[in-house]
């Protein structure tokens, strides 16, 4: 089992900078793949980046590559995400999930992880 909760979302200027955590419990958590989603009013649950269970590799939705960075410390079972140069359009929900499964490695698809955090809000204004 892996609870997660994520934290600080927010108000943010278009441009500005946001940085989420994702804090688990749980030892699966060091073996768990780790993504980030996010989910806009009217819109389907968007796949943003996943990073692997040791920090070694990564991957990014082209709409968020060069923008924002996924990285893990297993140590303090926390997973983040750095988002730079925010835009309007980056409005939404942002949540952390865990895969445990290490064959789902590549897989953009929000069926593919077993758990999910609450979510936190970020809102970007014009």
């Known amino acids: 089992q892996v609870h997660l909760v994520e934290s600080g979302g927010g108000l943010v200027q278009a441009g500005g900078s946001l940085s989420l955590s994702c804090a688990a419990s749980g030892r699966t958590f060091t073996s768990a793949i780790m993504g980030w989603f996010r989910q806009a009013p009217g819109t389907e649950r968007e796949f943003l980046t996943a990073?692997?269970?040791?920090?070694?590799?990564?991957y990014y939705a082209d709409s968020v590559k060069a923008r924002f960075t996924i990285s893990r410390d297993n140590a303090k079972k926390t997973v983040y995400l750095q988002m730079n140069s925010l835009k309007p359009e980056d409005t939404a929900v942002y949540y952390c999930a865990a895969d445990r499964n290490p064959s789902g490695w590549g897989s953009r698809n929000a069926n593919d992880y077993d758990y999910w955090g609450q979510g936190t809000q970020v809102t970007v204004s014009s």
């Open positions: 990073i692997s269970w040791n920090g070694g590799s990564t």
